[in-house]
């Protein structure tokens, strides 16, 4: 791993974050009341221009959440929410871009901060910007088209002159140190959210949709972080090199007495990282997903032989996979990884750097709100497109199965919900026939606002790779779980955990467990003999108190009786530094899905934290 945020460092960087949401809040409603996007009536001072964005914003808040009433008024709650947010993070992922000399004019011409002030004063070099901040963040846009938007109308609003001196205030204040760290975009979304957070835990309300990213969101440390990968990849790398050391120092490894990784051989994984597959079902901003990259690119290169450029696209392509039910961290979670892969030293030590053709990091939304009806998705096909019903029926299906997406996120089960058959078509083909859709868009006849129809065309790609990813299976399932007691909970969720999980109903984390077992690869057959071998993984960070509460007990004798436990590591109280607001021993789990011999056994380690 690289090097973490200091303590001081991290506080200067939380008390930032906090004052930059209140301040981009306060500037994204006002540009929002100029516009009179939730007033009833259309402001008569608005020009052609801004009466189209006006109805841009509209859609796109819909889209968000934002209810409409009946006399045309429309809640700002949500398209708030978002305006500030991606204002803030395009200017702070580019300052993070341009300290780490990533930040490009050109292929191959990284500018500084102080080269875009220079370049927006000329309106030749401008590119329409107003500073050389906001033109930093045109070029940050530029190079992450996937985490901002190129047809956002979000970007298209403009903070007044003295909030977003403020903001740039706020950002040029922070040192160097903070943006080289290995776990600074980690915290950023965690301090951003802290006041929301607040709020929730303050009004006492059951969480749901709306809550969930808020109350749920907290950073895995470093540390558990290394340990848990040390003992399954590391674990892997010691038993298929014996040796052979390998090229990362695995400081967390725990071995038995004959030398052997205490998690277990992993023998059913494969011999070579090529189609080794690790997914992340709660990644948050990636943090699990940077530190096995940073262990799977120096693996494959030993492996392999390959070159750092060929390693990094490899990885990138063939191991891993996230999903996050929460959109704004999808975004920092796809920047990390990319960042992780720019900054990667190829054989002279000099970063890689930023490339067009590196493959795009395989992370997508699972908690997109689909706010139309089926018939909406399905007019989305051209009568005359190919296979038209086909398409549509697909649709429809995948309308029906993520209309709970928001408060369900990587709960949503499509094998479940469908009865193993999500779509009439395999996937390659659906996604195919949708981009056939997306891509004739902007020419069907419309009977609803144009703009309506783009945004769901967009959530429908968007939940067509998150269906995908919750379809497959993976080697390794790896994540911190979210913590939420069932007295906490809506109804909905609720409902939906005890009709699918009724074992692990009573905290949302031991849902969790379930659901990550089920996307771990099944037992397979490996020899004559026909004894199995266990394929798929999982490895957690959760609460312990489960593993004596009588309200579990029923839960812990089926996951005894149907998977091997080869490693449980008690942390204790307080395991997280920044938890000062309540207390509960937490463990590092892994169970492999193999069920145990009679001779089984279980090993617990105490790490002192």
Not at 24 to 39: C, I, R, S, W
Not at 47 to 68: I, P, Q, Y
Not at 227 to 254: D, I, Q
Request: proline share 6%.
């Amino acid at each position: 791993m690289q090097n973490p945020l200091s303590k001081p460092l991290r506080s200067q960087l939380e008390n930032t974050v906090k004052a930059a949401r209140d301040v981009a809040e306060k500037a994204a409603l006002a540009a929002l009341h100029q516009l009179g996007v939730g007033d009833a009536r259309l402001p008569e001072h608005l020009d052609e221009t801004r009466k189209a964005l006006r109805r841009r914003l509209r859609a796109h808040g819909r889209s968000l959440g934002d209810v409409k009433s009946a006399d045309d008024s429309q809640v700002l709650t949500h398209l708030k929410w978002e305006v500030a947010y991606e204002h803030w993070h395009r200017m702070l992922f580019a300052r993070f871009l341009a300290e780490n000399h990533l930040l490009l004019w050109e292929p191959g011409a990284p500018v500084t901060l102080a080269e875009c002030e220079e370049l927006a004063q000329d309106p030749s070099t401008s590119l329409g910007a107003r500073s050389g901040w906001e033109l930093a963040g045109k070029l940050a846009a530029r190079m992450l088209p996937q985490v901002f938007k190129a047809n956002s109308p979000v970007f298209e609003l403009r903070f007044s002159p003295n909030e977003q001196r403020d903001l740039e205030n706020l950002l040029q204040a922070l040192p160097t140190e903070t943006f080289t760290a290995s776990d600074s975009l980690g915290w950023v979304y965690q301090f951003w959210q802290a006041k929301r957070k607040d709020e929730v835990n303050a009004s006492e309300v059951k969480i749901g949709a709306d809550e969930l990213p808020a109350v749920t969101q907290l950073f895995t440390e470093p540390y558990m972080v290394e340990f848990l990968l040390h003992n399954s990849l590391g674990a892997w790398w010691h038993t298929r090199h014996p040796g052979k050391a390998c090229p990362v120092e695995l400081t967390y490894l725990r071995t038995l007495d004959d030398g052997m990784p205490a998690a277990g051989r992993f023998e059913g994984w494969p011999a070579e990282l090529s189609t080794f597959k690790l997914l992340d079902p709660c990644c948050g901003s990636g943090h699990f997903l940077v530190a096995a990259f940073l262990l799977l690119v120096p693996m494959r290169r030993a492996d392999e032989g390959l070159s750092a450029r060929e390693a990094v696209d490899a990885v990138l392509r063939d191991n891993l996979h996230g999903l996050e039910i929460d959109p704004r961290c999808v975004e920092i979670a796809v920047f990390a990884l990319a960042l992780a892969a720019w900054r990667y030293p190829d054989e002279a030590g000099n970063p890689l750097g930023v490339r067009v053709e590196m493959p795009v990091p395989g992370i997508a939304c699972c908690g997109l709100k689909v706010a139309a009806s089926p018939q909406d998705w399905e007019a989305l096909v051209p009568d005359d497109a190919p296979n038209a019903a086909h398409l549509r029926e697909g649709l429809s299906r995948l309308h029906e199965t993520f209309a709970q997406a928001p408060l369900l996120g990587s709960l949503l089960d499509p094998s479940k919900a469908n009865k193993g058959d999500l779509f009439a078509a395999d996937y390659p083909l659906l996604a195919d026939l949708l981009g056939q859709a997306l891509a004739s868009e902007r020419q069907i006849p419309l009977f609803r606002d144009e703009e309506d129809r783009w945004e769901l065309a967009l959530s429908a790609q968007g939940l067509m790779e998150a269906a995908r990813l919750l379809d497959a299976r993976y080697h390794l399932v790896i994540t911190n779980v979210p913590y939420l007691a069932r007295g906490k909970q809506t109804d909905a969720l609720k409902k939906y955990c005890e009709h699918h999980y009724a074992e692990a109903k009573s905290d949302l984390a031991n849902v969790f467990l379930e659901r990550c077992m089920a996307l771990a690869l099944p037992p397979s057959p490996a020899d004559r003999c026909g004894e199995e071998v266990g394929r798929g993984a999982v490895q957690i960070v959760m609460p312990q108190n489960w593993l004596f509460l009588n309200g579990y007990r029923k839960q812990r004798e089926s996951l005894l009786q149907r998977f091997q436990w080869p490693l449980l590591a008690r942390l204790g109280f307080a395991a997280f530094d920044i938890m000062d607001w309540w207390a509960f021993g937490t463990i590092l789990l892994t169970l492999t899905n193999l069920k145990p011999a009679l001779d089984t056994k279980l090993l617990g380690r105490c790490i002192p934290t």
